[in-house]
């Protein structure tokens, strides 16, 4: 079965550190995303990758970076965690090679900034 | 440029009850669309997808035609379970794009 694989479900971190989320499929997809889910917000685009080192910024990338040196491992970086960045992130990858057939996502991270 | 627009929510229905939950989108060209459903604390799942017009995409029970002259893809389904209950999100993707563009999401919860 294929799968997008979020290293871990619930975080907790201190404002000012440096966080890393990662995000690994085993799909061979050459598009990956990060998403972040508020309640009333609905899903946010972050960041997004169409290749490895190639990296676009969406809606709201202010606070965040990503880092993408294999195909299928795409990690977003909090460089310095405040506390309106607690929520849930989300990671999906896709392949458009035959056309969009729709995201595949990770479980979630939620992530607390205390 | 792409927008999903579904009905707010939350929605409560007993158990067995017909569901239709609203999508209209807009777009340029001919996308794909797409239904995801969110269980509590879980990331989204594809539920089902229409990728042409007139196209009906169909999983565990629930429906979605692809109405290109009124621009919907409203979900349904006959009888609802309470383990049906969760976010609902509509989508959209254009073709040969990466992004998929969501609606807000619809909560159903279901009550026995």
């Known amino acids: 079965d294929v799968k997008v694989t979020q290293s871990s479900r619930y975080l907790v971190k201190r404002t000012g550190e440096k966080v890393f989320l990662e995000c690994v499929q085993d799909?061979?997809?050459?598009?990956m995303f990060w998403y972040r889910q508020d309640p009333g917000l609905g899903l946010r685009l972050i960041y997004f990758?169409?290749?490895?080192?190639?990296?676009e910024k969406g809606d709201i990338p202010e606070g965040y970076s990503v880092s993408r040196e294999k195909k299928e491992r795409f990690s977003l970086i909090l460089e310095s965690a405040s506390t309106n960045q607690t929520s849930m992130y989300l990671c999906?990858?896709?392949?458009?090679?035959?056309?969009?057939?729709?995201?595949?996502f990770g479980s979630g991270t939620r992530l607390t900034v205390v | 440029g792409n927008s999903v627009t579904q009905m707010e929510g939350p929605v409560t229905l007993s158990e067995e009850a017909f569901l239709t939950i609203n999508c209209t989108y807009t777009?340029?060209?001919?996308?794909?669309l797409f239904w995801y459903v969110q269980y509590p604390g879980e990331g989204l799942q594809l539920l089902l997808k229409?990728?042409?017009?007139?196209d009906k995409g169909s999983n565990k029970g629930f429906e979605a035609t692809y109405r290109k002259e009124t621009t919907s893809f409203h979900l349904e389904k006959g009888s609802v379970q309470v383990s049906d209950s969760a976010v609902y999100f509509c989508?959209?993707?254009?073709?040969?794009?990466?992004?998929?563009?969501f609606g807000t999401g619809t909560k159903l919860q279901v009550i026995p």
């Open positions: 799909m061979d997809h050459e598009n």
């Open positions: 999906a990858s896709v392949t458009t090679s035959q056309g969009n057939y729709g995201y595949t």
């Open positions: 990758s169409y290749d490895v080192k190639m990296k």
């Open positions: 777009a340029t060209g001919y996308p794909s």
């Open positions: 989508a959209l993707a254009r073709i040969g794009y990466q992004k998929v563009t």
């Open positions: 229409a990728t042409k017009a007139d």
